[in-house]
């Protein structure tokens, strides 16, 4: 019996306008009434997280930033595990290097050093992966991320690593140049002690060894009684994996990369299609 579970957000969840669909949210809110935990597990901020959720009037807990900080559905911080400020500052040298844009997520926020950059990269790749979505609703998306706060300018990243107020969780860096990108992994797998992967193939994501989804995610059922095995995750990219890898009932997203609808065996329909709330009815009702 299945009785926690755990959905990634973008390709996931949200649509590529970032919208919950209504499909989903009555899915999640049926699930909720027969007892069922249900858990955000994100790449995204909290800050970032929250904001969508809230817009549904879902109020769930959360796994945020692949796992580097857990927050109660009251938007308590009940774990984290940011990442070595030495090994932040490795590797967003190699990224500079590379030429590769990067964000750097904190327990203080999401920060930017070039916010031009950061609407417009967010824009190319919403709208290469989701033709069929006007780009004037994907830039729309692009500037309110900016505008609401979810993201904000600094002069420099130095900032961020040389205040102790500020732990890093993860960098987030962007590319559509593939080569450009797979330079900039393989320097970044050099450096020992770091957890890289993606939620995108024009990105990637990197953290501590022990903040990934499925570390998390195996902490949280934990806490609450429930095993690995009476827990169904959902997802659409490689950041899910460890996440998927864990869990009794794997399921992929119909827009899933080939290799994680192949590591699941069970595949749902698309975000833009209520996937998610697809997979929790047909668990509700077996």
């Known amino acids: 019996m299945i009785k926690c579970i755990a959905t ?17 949210r009555e899915a999640i809110l049926k699930a909720k009434e027969k007892g069922v935990e249900v858990v955000v597990a994100t790449g995204r901020s909290y800050q970032e997280a929250r904001f969508v959720l809230e817009e549904s009037g879902l109020k769930l807990p959360m796994i945020c930033v692949n796992g580097a900080e857990v927050r109660s559905g009251e938007g308590e911080i009940v ?16 990224l500079v290097e590379s030429g590769v844009y990067f964000e750097v997520y904190t327990n203080k926020g999401t920060y930017t050093e ?4 950061a609407i417009s990269i967010i824009v190319d790749i919403f709208s290469t992966a989701n033709p069929e979505v006007p780009i004037e609703k994907i830039a729309e998306a692009a500037e309110e991320r900016m505008h609401k ?4 300018k600094i002069e420099h990243y ?23 990108l797979g330079a900039a992994r393989n320097d970044l797998k050099e450096i020992t002690g ?15 060894l022990d903040a990934q989804k499925g570390v998390a995610l195996e902490k949280f059922v934990s806490s609450r009684g429930i095993t690995m095995e009476e827990t169904m995750a959902l997802g659409d990219n490689f950041n899910d994996v460890s996440m998927l890898e864990r869990v009794g009932r794997p399921v992929a997203m119909g827009n899933a990369a080939q290799e994680i609808k192949a590591l699941c065996g069970e595949v749902t329909l698309t975000n833009e299609e209520s996937g998610v709330g697809k997979a929790i009815i047909q668990v509700l009702e077996a």
Do not use: H
């Not at 990634?8 to 989903?24: F, H, Y």
């Not at 070039?114 to 950059?117: H, L, P, Q, T």
């Open 149 to 152: 706060g979810l993201v904000t």
């Open 114 to 117: 070039d916010e031009d950059k």
């Open 194 to 208: 770091l957890a890289i992967s993606s939620s995108g193939r024009e990105n990637i994501e990197i953290t501590s």
């Open 158 to 180: 130095d900032e961020l690593f040389e205040d102790d107020q500020y732990e890093i969780y993860k960098l987030l860096a962007f590319s559509l140049d593939d080569d450009k």
């Open 79 to 94: 774990a984290s595990s940011p990442l070595d400020k030495a090994l932040a500052r490795q590797a967003a040298l190699r």
């Open 8 to 24: 990634d957000m973008d390709g996931t969840l949200l649509t590529a306008t970032q919208q919950i669909t209504a499909e989903n």
